[in-house]
Structure formats: C-alpha cells, structure tokens
C-alpha cells in the first residue's frame, strides 16, 4: 500500500498477514504478520508476529530537531489472541506516526464474509432514514440507503437492474415507499406490476441483492473483499457476479475468495488474477 506523505515523507508500506481456518468447525486465527516500511535505502520491519507473540518497535517521541529515523527505536513484545491482528489489538503500535496512516487506509476496507438473510436480519429493516449512503454496511443494514443512492444515479441503476434480471425474473423497479415524514421503506415491482416488500423477499433473492449491492456501492472503499459471495446464489447468477466484480475493480480494489470452479473460471476470463490454494 503506497500512502501520500506522512510527518516523516513519503514512504511505501507492506501489510503480510496469514490465517488458517479451524478444522471441522467455524472460525480462522492468525499465524504470521509482519509489517514493514521502505524508503530509498532500507526495509524496515515494524512488526513481527509467530502465533499469538507479537514483537513490534515504537518511534521515541521527538525532542528538539532529532530525526526519528536516526533515534532508537524502542523494541516491544505483545501478545495477540489468535482472531484479531495486530493492527486491531495493539492500539499502542497503531498510534504510531510510522502506522497509523497504514492502519486507517486498511481500516477503511470492507470485508463482506457472510449475510444475515434470516427474519429479523439488520438488512431486513423496513423503513430508515432518507439519506444516500455510498457503500453497503458489512452487515447489510444501510442496504435501503444504497439502493435508494444506486436508483438516483443512472449508470450504477442500469449496471444492477441487469445483474438482478439473472436472479429475479422479470425484475422492473426498486419502489421506495414513504414511511412517516421522514423514512423511506423498499419493495421489489416486476414487469407484470407484483410487488414484494423487503421483508417477503426469500432469502436467497435477498442475498444475491445484498452482494450486488456491495458491489454496485457508488462509492465504495479502496478495497471490497467477499468472502464465498457465491453461496446461496442460482449457478445462473455465477455470471452476472463476476461481471459486476470486473465493473466495480474500475472504482475499487476487488478481491473474491471462494470454492466455486464456476466464478474463478469466469473472474479469470474477464482479466482477473485467480490463485488456486491446496
């Protein structure tokens, strides 16, 4: 990740971090991270992490016109429970003015693992507010925000009405009913004039919504990870996903993790760099 300039000039910084998901059950945990910054002349490693120990160096507070290039740093040891990273756990190195402009640009990512689609998921809220938002929430629950901003803006309306043909038949409109004075409610309208409000849309329907949605955000983070966001999707619909991920790379940074052959074969036809794992 290259940042503009912090306090001490320009700098490139490398995040590596590596995760293992548990056997038989739910759930990964973080078994190696490092960080580290370059310049002109040197590599230097901020942090490294083997399981749960981390040992990190911390920039000494400046006195006078000393350089904190040229002041020692101060070496410390942590240790880091195995569901959360470094970064999020150690607020101490993240405060740092070598870190902490790297650690809100990754802060701003968006990681959608998996949505809630079940009655009563945050996304199934009937009404809300009448505001654009202009990225979907990684729980879904501004989902009637963003499609209320993707219906206002023309180009992003077209590019997800076709995406949602290939899920819903005959797809016409998205409807979005007042609810008091303030608050806006969601329902579906079909070429043939049926309406079906959010809160009876089955729940496949409203997943495949959700991850075109994250995908079709007008303005989304500098990156956009989905984690398996073929399942619970029609084979039909494989398609239309990776086509909106190829869209959505043009404005985001776009990574899709998954088991599906189908949508690895067809993300690397439309130009994506596919990485098989054992």
Known sequence: VTLAPDPDGHHEFMSELVVERFHGEPGWEVVFERIARFDDFDDIELLGRRGGRCEFTLSPPKRGFASSFNAPKKKET???????????????FRADTRVSAHADAIADWALYESFDVTHGAPARKPSVERWFHGRLAEDGSNLINVLYNIHDWYAARDTFARALRSVIPGFDRWIFPPVGEMEVGLALRTRDAV????????????????????????EPPQVTWLDSPEK???????????????????????VVSGASPTLGRRLRELGATVTTLP
């Open 78 to 92: 942590a240790r880091v429970a195995g569901d959360m990273t470094a970064l999020g756990a150690l607020p101490k």
């Open 195 to 218: 309406t079906t409000s959010l809160a009876d849309l089955p729940d496949p329907m409203l997943h495949a919504v959700l991850v075109f949605a994250a995908l079709a955000s007008p």
């Open 232 to 254: 619970n999707l029609a084979p039909w619909a494989i398609p239309a996903l990776a086509e909106l991920a190829r869209e959505a790379a043009g404005k985001t940074q776009v």
